[in-house]
């Protein structure tokens, strides 16, 4: 299906966010597969709002990347944590999401942070 140009959806980025997390810990096999907790334990974001230029802040240690690796190679990945802004606001996240390659699921960058892919 084509549309024309003035009706293709548009990206605007609205977050940039860099979490730290522990290695594993595997909890065990149930019936859908394995079961790992992601301890998450800091990290740095900037959140673009339209009305301000831009709002930084960190990642608060004690949230958690609940992971549950499903035997048919995809996985289901339940991440909960707050954010605290430099100005000292506090916002909850939730994210879900599917994943087609859970053994890819982190990947260690040049800063040696393991980061969500």
């Known amino acids: 299906m084509t549309y024309?140009?003035?009706a293709r959806p548009t990206l605007i980025k609205r977050l940039d966010i860099?979490?730290?997390?522990?290695p594993a810990l595997t909890l065990g096999e149930?019936?859908?597969?394995?079961?790992?907790?992601?301890?998450?334990?800091?990290?740095?974001?900037?959140?673009?709002c339209p009305s301000?230029?831009?709002i930084d802040g960190?990642?608060?240690?004690?949230?958690?990347?609940?992971?549950?690796?499903?035997?048919?190679?995809?996985?289901?990945?339940?991440?909960?944590y707050s954010l605290?802004?430099?100005?000292?606001?506090?916002?909850n996240i939730r994210n879900q999401r599917w994943?087609?390659?859970?053994t890819t699921l982190f990947s260690r960058g040049s800063s040696g942070r393991r980061t969500l892919r």
């Open 18 to 22: 860099e979490v730290d997390i522990a």
């Open 30 to 48: 149930v019936a859908e597969g394995t079961r790992m907790n992601y301890p998450i334990t800091g990290g740095r974001f900037t959140l673009f």
């Open 99 to 102: 994943l087609c390659k859970p």
């Open 84 to 91: 605290m802004t430099d100005a000292g606001e506090l916002i």
């Open 4 to 6: 024309p140009d003035n």
């Open 52 to 54: 301000i230029e831009q």
């Open 58 to 80: 960190t990642v608060m240690p004690g949230g958690c990347d609940y992971f549950l690796e499903m035997t048919d190679a995809t996985g289901r990945l339940d991440a909960v």
